[in-house]
């Protein structure tokens, strides 16, 4: 069966960090580009992060610096570290795997910044 579950989102001050996994199952990892997504209320869902099997990354803009994508290959599993998170980080976030064929969604985490 395929899925993909994430974890780790929780309410952080402003400043803190959280680190967000997404384990996989059903599916052969190295094939699939691997990608974080993230809505905000009353706003589209965006891309904030990607990771290829060979290990390329992409960010947006906004989380330069900050966010930090990864993956394990022997967990299937996908990472990103958030720091220094800001108010306007606030959103569910999604999981994504994309292969030639497919595209896979997690079930989403919520991550609220906020004193």
């Known amino acids: 069966q395929v899925q993909l579950v994430e974890s780790g989102g929780d309410l952080v001050q402003p400043g803190g960090s959280l680190r967000l996994s997404c384990a996989t199952s059903g599916i052969i990892f190295s094939f699939y580009v691997m990608g974080w997504y993230r809505q905000a209320p009353g706003k589209q869902r965006e891309l904030v992060a990607t990771i290829t099997g060979g290990g390329s990354t992409n960010y947006v803009d906004s989380v330069k610096g900050r966010f930090t994508i990864s993956r394990d290959s022997v967990k299937s599993t996908v990472y990103l570290q958030m720091n220094s998170l800001k108010p306007d980080d606030t959103a569910v976030y999604y999981c994504?795997?994309?292969?030639?064929?497919?595209?896979?969604w997690g079930q989403g985490t919520q991550v609220t910044v906020s004193s």
């Open positions: 994504n795997g994309r292969s030639t064929y497919t595209d896979l």
